[in-house]
């Protein structure tokens, strides 16, 4: 029998006393002379170049407090600190959108708020409110919402992280953590022509059948997976197709994405558990199927099942879906000598459809009939 996933019973209570209700009030500390105009946006390799500002929360005494919004930079970080030592450490993604007419929008930000919550429980780390989340980024983008590119298909990603921030080596839950969420421009994710290719890892995997970090964005996760990534890289491919942790058999997902198949006009993808990430892109696109009339099951799906429908021609087409690429056409995943290829030239059509409609409700470009989108108020 499995536990119920929820945190255990001696996790930390939420404690979002102070910030819980009220609005979020965070201390302004602004960059002398922004950064902005340097900013080459054709030319920004992810992840490299960062916004003017961080926000910046502390925990200590038995609460989060201390709201701050202050210049992008190092943090203090003690040698012994648990966070450094044994990844006691949650992340989160997400974008920053800008519309035609220049209003911000955030996709579904309470779903990011509540699934770091849960990240939080099970690293054992207190819990951050999720209305005090959603305003944390808010007053952050407000700041720096000259940061959020106007290029079609460019966005300011998101990335808040929490750590234990106690400088002693013992492994015991902290006294201190830290919050800081800093934003990067991103350009559009090109999967290249013919889309992903991916080598089907068969020794390691992402993470434990049950009872691991596999359903949390637990920083330990992230380090596990260079090595198999990298080498996927080095023979030629884009990244790595992962298998279930018991059998190398079920598929998982595409690097640090979800995994879509469409078989003989159904869609499968496999279903969360604790070895699967929930995506709010995955979420949003089971959402947009169901919508479209087009079967969606939430279903384990074998390696051999995918390989018999390439085969037999039923492989219509497969996808990757995640914040960043947002729909990533899979092109093949060659297994044990054999092609594994979409019949449709990737991308194919409903990938292809899948895309411009979640860009276009990030973007304010249709109408957004789920009520996904928050408004980033920049008065
Ligand atoms: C973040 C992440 C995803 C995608 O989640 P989104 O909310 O759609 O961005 C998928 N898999 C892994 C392992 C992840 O870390």
Redesign the pocket.
């Known amino acids: 029998m499995k536990p119920a996933r929820t945190a255990s019973p001696g996790a930390p209570k939420p404690h979002f006393a102070t910030y819980g209700k009220m609005a979020l009030n965070p201390k302004i500390v602004r960059v002398r002379s922004s950064r902005l105009a340097d900013l080459d946006m054709e030319n920004t390799v992810f992840g490299e170049v960062f916004s003017d500002h961080m926000f910046s929360m502390v925990y200590q005494n038995g609460r989060w407090g201390s709201p701050e919004i202050v210049p992008y930079g190092p943090v203090p970080l003690s040698p012994a600190s648990i966070a450094l030592n044994y990844a006691q450490a949650v992340f989160e993604?997400?974008k920053a959108y800008r519309g035609a007419d220049g209003t911000l929008r955030l996709f579904r930000p309470y779903r990011?708020a509540a699934?770091l919550r849960a990240s939080c429980e099970r690293l054992c780390i207190p819990p951050i409110g999720e209305q005090v989340f959603v305003d944390a980024l808010k007053a952050l983008i407000a700041v720096d919402a000259d940061w959020v590119p106007a290029l079609p298909g460019c966005a300011l990603y998101i990335r808040p992280v929490v750590f234990s921030a106690e400088d002693h080596i013992e492994v015991r839950p902290s006294r201190r953590y830290r919050f800081i969420v800093v934003t990067a421009p991103v350009g559009r994710y090109f999967t290249g022509g013919g889309g992903l290719s991916l080598k089907v890892e068969e020794y390691y995997t992402?993470s434990p059948a049950e009872g691991g970090l596999g359903a949390s964005?637990a920083a330990a996760?992230?380090a596990g997976t260079i090595l198999s990534s990298e080498g996927a890289r080095r023979e030629g491919f884009d990244q790595v197709l992962w298998l279930d942790g018991r059998e190398r058999r079920y598929v998982e997902?595409a690097g640090?994405?979800?995994v879509f198949f469409k078989i003989g006009g159904r869609t499968v993808t496999p279903p969360i558990g604790d070895s699967i990430?929930p995506?709010?892109?995955?979420d949003s696109l089971i959402t947009l199927l169901r919508d479209r009339g087009v079967p969606v099951e939430e279903q384990r799906i074998a390696i051999d099942e995918v390989l018999a429908a390439a085969r037999a021609g039923t492989l219509e087409e497969m996808f990757a879906?995640?914040?960043?690429a947002v729909v990533a056409p899979i092109g093949n995943l060659p297994w044990r000598g054999e092609a594994i290829a979409p019949r449709e030239a990737a991308p194919g059509p409903l990938t292809g459809a899948l895309y411009e409609e979640l860009t276009g409700i990030q973007f304010g470009r249709i109408a957004d009939p789920h009520g996904w989108t928050e408004i980033v108020e920049t008065g």
């Open positions: 993604g997400m990011n699934r992402r964005k996760n992230y997902e640090l994405m979800n990430l995506g709010v892109t995955r879906s995640a914040t960043a």
